[in-house]
């Protein structure tokens, strides 16, 4: 008996890193999984047999989430598929680090579409069915660096901290349809992400978290599953992930 038996969810950017360990971690609790990728098809596939072969059950759903009518078709798919939808990760995310100085109008935008303009985009898109069922779990992927300062980042802690605000609001206009929206906030987890960072960074940065070590996409997994099968009660908060790297 798996904590999200008889759930439907959709995973954004689920072909890597943080989602993957979501979606994967959604389908051993008996959740049906709509894994969202952007390009990555075969890494999709990859994880869609891997949930295959514990008898798991999941769909691909291909879009580009930073574009509105992609993000609407792809919702419209998993509904048809399945016929509902009870949770939503909005987890895609891209990094294009400049300082501002540097910053073109081009990485500032492609940012900000595909980091937070996407959970807009998914977010209305599944609000009218999750309004329908009177039920809906939305889970916000925002980051340790859209409440603090990064250099090199103003286009990605702006969308980060833009999906904070974006997910206070939407939690208070949906709790009266039984609808919770929270955050998630990693703090540096190792991914593809983080990959393309240098190793004298890391090894500086590895010394300022309290726990010793880096984030594992399956400490983040674990923080959106409870919110998805235990939050019942948690809504419009943000829960930090990141081995206490950044306490408030
Ligand atoms: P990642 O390893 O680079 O994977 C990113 C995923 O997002 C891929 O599956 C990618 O799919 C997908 N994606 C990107 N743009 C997309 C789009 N427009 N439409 C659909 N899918 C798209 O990144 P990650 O480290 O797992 O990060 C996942 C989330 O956690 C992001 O929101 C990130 O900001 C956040 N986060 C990460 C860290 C960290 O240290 N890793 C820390 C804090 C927050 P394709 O390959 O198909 O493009």
Same mark, same amino acid.
């Given at each position: 008996m798996g904590r999200l038996d008889g759930k439907v969810a959709i995973v954004t950017g689920?072909? %890597?890193g943080i989602g993957r360990g979501i979606a994967l971690a959604m389908a051993r609790e008996g959740a049906k999984v709509a894994i969202n990728y952007r390009s990555s098809e075969s890494q999709a596939q990859e994880l869609a047999n891997e949930i295959n072969s514990f008898d798991g059950t999941c769909m691909l759903a291909q879009a580009d989430v930073g574009d509105p009518q992609e993000s609407r078709d792809m919702v419209r798919r998993v509904f048809e598929q399945?016929? %509902?939808?009870d949770i939503l990760v909005n987890n895609a995310g891209i990094t294009k680090d400049r300082t501002l100085r540097k910053m073109t109008d081009d990485a500032w935008q492609a940012v900000i579409n595909a980091n937070l303009n996407s959970v807009y985009y998914c977010t209305s898109a599944v609000m009218p069915i999750m309004v329908n069922q009177n039920y809906g779990r939305i889970i916000n992927i925002s980051s340790m660096n859209g409440q603090v300062g990064a250099i090199g980042q103003s286009n990605y802690s702006a969308s980060k901290g833009g999906i904070i605000a974006f997910t206070r609001t939407a939690a208070l206009e949906l709790a009266r349809f039984n609808i919770t929206v929270n955050s998630v906030a990693p703090g540096w987890t190792l991914t593809d992400m983080f990959a393309g960072v240098p190793d004298n960074i890391q090894d500086q940065i590895k010394s300022r978290i309290p726990l010793g070590r880096f984030g594992d996409v399956s400490d983040i997994a674990k923080a959106v599953v409870f919110l998805a099968?235990?939050?019942?009660?948690?809504?419009?908060e943000q829960l930090n992930v990141n081995g206490g790297a950044f306490m408030i």
């Amino acid at each position: 008996m798996g904590r999200l038996d008889g759930k439907v969810a959709i995973v954004t950017g689920a072909s %890597r890193g943080i989602g993957r360990g979501i979606a994967l971690a959604m389908a051993r609790e008996g959740a049906k999984v709509a894994i969202n990728y952007r390009s990555s098809e075969s890494q999709a596939q990859e994880l869609a047999n891997e949930i295959n072969s514990f008898d798991g059950t999941c769909m691909l759903a291909q879009a580009d989430v930073g574009d509105p009518q992609e993000s609407r078709d792809m919702v419209r798919r998993v509904f048809e598929q399945w016929g %509902r939808i009870d949770i939503l990760v909005n987890n895609a995310g891209i990094t294009k680090d400049r300082t501002l100085r540097k910053m073109t109008d081009d990485a500032w935008q492609a940012v900000i579409n595909a980091n937070l303009n996407s959970v807009y985009y998914c977010t209305s898109a599944v609000m009218p069915i999750m309004v329908n069922q009177n039920y809906g779990r939305i889970i916000n992927i925002s980051s340790m660096n859209g409440q603090v300062g990064a250099i090199g980042q103003s286009n990605y802690s702006a969308s980060k901290g833009g999906i904070i605000a974006f997910t206070r609001t939407a939690a208070l206009e949906l709790a009266r349809f039984n609808i919770t929206v929270n955050s998630v906030a990693p703090g540096w987890t190792l991914t593809d992400m983080f990959a393309g960072v240098p190793d004298n960074i890391q090894d500086q940065i590895k010394s300022r978290i309290p726990l010793g070590r880096f984030g594992d996409v399956s400490d983040i997994a674990k923080a959106v599953v409870f919110l998805a099968a235990e939050g019942d009660y948690i809504t419009g908060e943000q829960l930090n992930v990141n081995g206490g790297a950044f306490m408030i």
